[in-house]
Nanobody, 125 residues
Framework: QVQLVESGGGSVQAGGSLRLSCAYSGYTVSTYSMAWFRQAPGKEREGVAAINSDGSTTYADSVKGRFTISKDNAKITLYLQMNILKTEDASMYYC???????????????????WGQGTQVTVSS
């Protein structure tokens, strides 16, 4: 059974940084893609960043240069380093996984079948 557990959310002032983590388990395939999505109240879920098993990455234009996605295969953990946070980055952030690995990895929610429960990020001005 695949499990994804996010952590690291919290409150920060604009311009600050946070690092989200997603501990995942249960994957038995050697190739997969993982991603971070976010969803604010009243808005659609949007892709933030994705990484595949080869390390290729994809970023939403709104976070390029500020966010970095990475994974530690030994710790079986996905990360999202978020710098220079803006008030518009405030949202619930979700970790997602899919048993496919293409380059560049997708940022399309329907491609991902496994999701975590989310971690809240609040950014104040």
């Amino acid at each position: 059974q695949v499990q994804l557990v996010e952590s690291g959310g919290g409150s920060v002032q604009a311009g600050g940084s946070l690092r989200l983590s997603c501990a995942y388990s249960g994957y038995t395939v050697s190739t997969y893609s993982m991603a971070w999505f976010r969803q604010a109240p009243g808005k659609e879920r949007e892709g933030v960043a994705a990484i595949n098993s080869d390390g290729s990455t994809t970023y939403a234009d709104s976070v390029k240069g500020r966010f970095t996605i990475s994974k530690d295969n030994a710790k079986i953990t996905l990360y999202l380093q978020m710098n220079i946070l803006k008030t518009e980055d405030a949202s619930m952030y979700y970790c997602a996984a899919a048993p496919v690995s293409v380059a560049p990895p997708p940022l399309y929610a329907p491609d991902f079948g496994d999701w975590g429960q989310g971690t809240q990020v609040t950014v104040s001005s």
